[in-house]
């Protein structure tokens, strides 16, 4: 994924060693280069070569990094992660606000399990990090409210359906999809950690998704099944995930008889009918997973390209069919 390509970039800075981080093609489209910039101020050699990242490691001197905080949280995390270890402190500087603040906060919860201080300042465009250690603890990953998005979907849209391991208190951006599911007019049940979604008659909503932007692809089936014009902004973005997102979903909508209107950071959606057809998830995980949502409502559709869900969710169409829905499967 993205985030571990950069993650491991990062991670390399800090052992000594010449590391190539070989790219695969979707994820050579993805931007890199202002993480190296930043790695670069603080004292690490490192660059691209083709589709690989060619890293110097074991000189992360520590110093003052800028970088932009508009294009992905994942910088920002790459670095605050590894900052503890840098020889001298370190001083990270947004040059534009942060968007996706959720998984900032996120990244600063789980250093902080780890008995690693930051101090963050309150619009978490600067950060400052002493030469400190990590220490060991025992730590629960949560379920992942990005996941289950796809599954509440499908319950508000078809039927009722229950995700269990989910933390309503989290600070995952997408933990918003409750809120925003229930301003569609779906009902929502929380009870501990598990959340029930049941079918309902939804409504078209405007929502910004700039902290939340994975949730795109499932907002935008939902607000094709509503009633009335939804319109989602904040999501340029989604143009540099391992598709663009928002060409994708119009695609994929005009095939369906789904009216669309594509601009650069907003895009609209008329709900209506949708009819099955062919949809080529342009080898993307949330494109193949929120089509198959569209797909069973309209009694059927083709999903190109549907092992792409073994990125994130492998068991995906499997539990697809233990809810019911009639799954034909023909992947590599």
Same mark, same amino acid.
């Given at each position: 994924?993205?985030?571990?390509?950069?993650?491991?970039?990062?991670?390399?800075?800090?052992?000594?060693?010449?590391?190539?981080?070989?790219?695969?093609?979707?994820?050579?489209?993805?931007?890199?280069?202002?993480?190296?910039?930043?790695?670069?101020?603080?004292?690490?050699?490192?660059? +691209?070569?083709?589709?690989?990242?060619?890293?110097?490691?074991?000189?992360?001197?520590?110093?003052?990094?800028?970088?932009?905080?508009?294009?992905?949280?994942?910088?920002?995390?790459?670095?605050?992660?590894?900052?503890?270890?840098?020889?001298?402190?370190?001083?990270?500087?947004?040059?534009?606000?942060?968007?996706?603040?959720?998984?900032?906060?996120?990244?600063?919860?789980?250093?902080?399990?780890?008995?690693?201080?930051?101090?963050?300042?309150?619009?978490?465009?600067?950060?400052?990090?002493?030469?400190?250690?990590?220490?060991?603890?025992?730590?629960?990953?949560?379920?992942?409210?990005?996941?289950?998005?796809?599954?509440?979907?499908?319950?508000?849209?078809?039927?009722?359906?229950?995700?269990?391991?989910?933390?309503?208190?989290?600070?995952?951006?997408?933990?918003?999809?409750?809120?925003?599911?229930?301003?569609?007019?779906?009902?929502?049940?929380?009870?501990?950690?598990?959340? +029930?979604?049941?079918?309902?008659?939804?409504?078209?909503?405007?929502?910004?998704?700039?902290?939340?932007?994975?949730?795109?692809?499932?907002?935008?089936?939902?607000?094709a099944v509503a009633n009335g014009t939804s319109r989602f902004f904040g999501i340029?973005?989604?143009?540099?995930?391992?598709?663009?997102?928002?060409?994708?979903?119009?695609?994929?909508?005009?095939?369906?008889?789904?009216?669309?209107?594509?601009?650069?950071?907003?895009?609209?959606?008329?709900?209506?009918?949708?009819?099955?057809?062919?949809?080529?998830?342009?080898?993307?995980?949330?494109?193949?997973?929120?089509?198959?949502?569209?797909?069973?409502?309209?009694?059927?559709?083709?999903?190109?390209?549907?092992?792409?869900?073994?990125?994130?969710?492998?068991?995906?169409?499997?539990?697809?069919?233990?809810?019911?829905?009639?799954?034909?499967?023909?992947?590599?």
């Amino acid at each position: 994924s993205a985030a571990t390509f950069r993650f491991m970039t990062a991670v390399c800075a800090l052992v000594p060693g010449k590391y190539r981080l070989l790219a695969g093609p979707s994820l050579s489209k993805r931007p890199i280069v202002p993480l190296l910039q930043a790695l670069g101020q603080l004292g690490v050699n490192c660059r +691209t070569e083709g589709a690989s990242v060619i890293v110097d490691g074991g000189r992360l001197k520590g110093g003052v990094a800028e970088l932009a905080g508009d294009i992905s949280s994942q910088f920002v995390s790459a670095l605050l992660l590894v900052a503890p270890l840098a020889e001298e402190t370190v001083n990270i500087r947004l040059t534009t606000p942060p968007e996706s603040k959720p998984y900032l906060k996120m990244t600063l919860g789980c250093m902080e399990k780890f008995e690693v201080k930051v101090r963050a300042y309150q619009d978490l465009s600067k950060f400052d990090v002493v030469k400190q250690e990590y220490r060991p603890t025992r730590y629960q990953v949560e379920g992942d409210w990005s996941s289950a998005s796809y599954l509440l979907a499908l319950g508000a849209v078809l039927g009722e359906v229950t995700v269990a391991n989910l933390n309503p208190e989290s600070l995952q951006g997408d933990k918003i999809v409750l809120n925003l599911l229930k301003g569609m007019g779906a009902r929502v049940l929380v009870n501990e950690n598990t959340v +029930t979604a049941q079918k309902s008659e939804l409504k078209a909503i405007t929502a910004d998704l700039s902290d939340c932007i994975d949730l795109l692809p499932t907002l935008a089936v939902l607000a094709a099944v509503a009633n009335g014009t939804s319109r989602f902004f904040g999501i340029s973005r989604a143009r540099l995930k391992e598709s663009n997102r928002v060409a994708a979903l119009r695609e994929g909508f005009t095939r369906m008889g789904i009216k669309v209107i594509e601009k650069i950071d907003s895009l609209t959606i008329v709900g209506s009918k949708p009819e099955g057809s062919v949809i080529d998830s342009q080898d993307d995980h949330r494109i193949a997973m929120a089509f198959s949502i569209l797909g069973l409502r309209a009694g059927g559709t083709t999903i190109d390209g549907a092992e792409c869900v073994q990125k994130t969710y492998p068991e995906f169409w499997d539990i697809l069919k233990r809810l019911g829905g009639k799954i034909k499967l023909d992947v590599k």
